[in-house]
């Protein structure tokens, strides 16, 4: 509530703030003190705009894979689906890093891209930069040399077959596998 702003407050305030002759120049004081230590050092200003977010993600990112789902977490059946693709494409948790769409869709594309993966796999829709790359879905996308692989959300493909066979198509395209 401290981080709110006079409209945000006015929206469940409907009437008047006042403020009380004696207590006005505590809040003043108290305001300023407040001010004075969120002012940042020189050291703090240095880092500022060059600063890189770095992406929370689950896995070791060995093979430079990068696949991240809509929503904030996968259910069991999901998760159990998406390690049984990750399998048949030879990648497990360590090959790969793992992120949903609300953790991706805080940091920039340039943090992306300071990971250098060289293969994307969006699952379902994400409110990120790495959309604006979508031209269609099941078909591979080679851009600056990163793949990207996008595809319908985990819980539609785990239920239609048809999808199933869409994302495995282009799988093998994207890991360069061969029917034997």
């Not at 399998?87 to 869709?105: P, R």
């Not at 080679?142 to 198509?169: G, H, P, R």
């Amino acid at each position: 509530m401290e981080k709110m702003s006079i409209h945000h407050l006015n929206l469940f305030l409907n009437e008047g703030l006042y403020i009380i002759p004696e207590e006005k120049n505590q809040l003043i004081l108290t305001a300023e003190t407040k001010l004075e230590s969120e002012e940042p050092t020189g050291e703090e200003e240095s880092i500022g705009s060059d600063e890189v977010l770095e992406l929370t993600y689950e896995g070791g990112f060995e093979k430079g894979v990068l696949v991240t789902y809509e929503g904030n977490e996968l259910t069991h059946e999901h998760q159990e689906l998406l390690f049984k693709i990750l399998g048949a494409v030879g990648c497990s948790l360590k090959d790969i890093a793992l992120t949903s769409s609300l953790v991706i869709e805080e940091v920039p594309m340039s943090s992306i891209l300071a990971m250098n993966p060289n293969k994307i796999i969006v699952f379902g829709n994400i409110h990120h930069d790495i959309l604006s790359r979508r031209k269609k879905l099941y078909e591979v996308l080679q851009e600056d040399d990163i793949e990207y692989l996008f595809a319908d959300d985990l819980a539609q493909i785990s239920t239609q077959v048809n999808l199933k066979k869409s994302l495995w198509s282009e799988l093998q395209v994207l890991f360069n596998i061969t029917k034997k």
